[in-house]
């Protein structure tokens, strides 16, 4: 790899992983909102969910489940696990509640983020392979990519049942998607045909 490819694959890293800072706290909400855990078994499982993408630290999982506790959205109790003391978290009403709201807040992020995408790079007929390779690889998950090498097989089922449901939402998704660009389009072609007479 060439100095100019390492310098610029540092930098993204370096934005990517404040991307990802700013949705920590969501994803420990979410996980708690599944069930109460400590915070070693929260990063494990932000990083499964994730597909092996997200993989918080845990000097930055701590301090926020901290401020999660100090604003009252999560809250733990003490709990002895293999002669150690533990805190279990959960989610509280409050916890829920906010939850609720940052997940349609996130929704309209990517709605935006994917209008500003799709207006700028501007998609027609004749758009190069290798773009519509890395949207796929976007959409399409295969999970046998991802399996560890010591993952029973009652994990790769588990993992495969998962992943079947979690497409099944995508696809539904997609369609409400793909619906809402074709109301959005015979919107402009009506509009434009309304401005032409």
Known sequence: MNVHIKTIQNLANIIETGMKKGYTSVL?????????????LIIKEIKKYTLGEWNPSSSTVYPLLESLNNSELVEYNQKIESSKLKKIYKITSKGREILKILLQKHQKIIDSINSMIFSTIGFSNDMDDQFLNEVENL??????????NDESFEERIKDLRFYEVLTQKGIKMLNKYQNYLRNLLKKIKKETLGKKK
């Not at 708690?32 to 400590?38: A, F, G, Q």
């Not at 959409?139 to 560890?148: D, R």
């Open 28 to 40: 420990i909400l979410l996980i708690l909102k599944k069930h109460p855990c400590h915070g070693y």
């Open 139 to 148: 959409i399409v998950y295969n999970p046998i990519l991802k399996w560890a």
